[in-house]
């Protein structure tokens, strides 16, 4: 089985620019999580989806900050304009349709450099 | 509030030294707490899930216990294909899907 699909898996762009990251989630699994991961931070989770819906968006920092989930196997998060605090490392994990089970599983990550 | 530390923040062994790396978290109605290992440049990878105070679970030199206020990730023997960064992430009732993640402790093990 293929596991979370994200590209691309480095990206450099320079401030005020579009980024936009993609996502396809483990064939079956309906939750899809955006993360994103700092040294000074950790994980943080910046929204989820349960069956293409947006459940908890109070991670997601600013307004420059959009995600959608158009269907079941594709996600995008974009940031519109960047900035250099953007960078980071952000990743899309999915999880099964179970209620007592939330293992998530994650994909290989986007390297994001803002200049 | 929910929270979760993890300690040390850094360990470094030798090759079969056994050690322990703590997670203490404090979180309303714990559904479950989960520890992952992510190698540098990668995804985190999940390891175990513990349910209830009490619980144990092993994966090859990995055993990972459960009590109301911590969990331990006991390592035996290690070898330096276990070097990683290892997560917890305790699971709240009142959070629907969303984990609370520790900083995690990055493990180097030596030959």
């Known amino acids: 089985d293929a596991g979370v699909i994200q590209s691309p898996r480095h990206e450099v762009t320079e401030m005020g620019q579009e980024v936009t990251l993609r996502c396809k989630p483990i064939?079956?699994?309906?939750?899809l999580f955006w993360y994103r991961q700092t040294m000074m931070r950790g994980l943080e989770l910046l929204i989820y989806?349960?069956?293409?819906?947006?459940?908890?968006d109070s991670g997601m920092p600013e307004d420059r900050f959009s995600a959608k989930m158009p269907n079941a196997s594709f996600s995008t998060l974009k940031i519109q304009p960047s900035e250099p605090r953007d960078s980071a490392v952000y990743f899309c994990?999915?999880?099964?349709?179970?209620?007592?089970?939330?293992?998530?599983?994650f994909g290989p990550g986007t390297r994001l450099t803002v200049l | 509030e929910d929270q979760v530390t993890q300690s040390p923040e850094a360990l470094r062994l030798q090759e079969g030294e056994s050690s322990s790396l703590n997670c203490s978290y404090t979180?309303?109605?714990?559904?479950?707490l989960f520890w992952y290992r992510q190698d540098p440049g990668k995804g985190p990878e999940f390891l175990f899930t513990?349910?209830?105070?009490?619980e144990e679970k092993e994966k090859e030199r990995l055993k990972a216990t459960l009590t109301k206020k911590e969990s331990f990730l006991h390592i035996t023997a290690p070898k330096p294909e276990d070097s990683a960064t290892y997560l917890c992430?305790?699971?709240?009732?009142?959070?629907?899907?969303?984990?609370?993640w520790g900083l995690g402790t990055s493990l180097a093990v030596n030959p």
């Open positions: 994990a999915s999880s099964k349709p179970d209620g007592q089970y939330n293992e998530q599983f």
């Open positions: 992430a305790p699971w709240g009732a009142g959070n629907n899907r969303k984990l609370i």
């Open positions: 064939s079956g699994h309906d939750y």
């Open positions: 513990l349910y209830s105070a009490g």
């Open positions: 979180v309303s109605g714990l559904r479950g």
């Open positions: 989806f349960n069956n293409n819906v947006p459940i908890d």
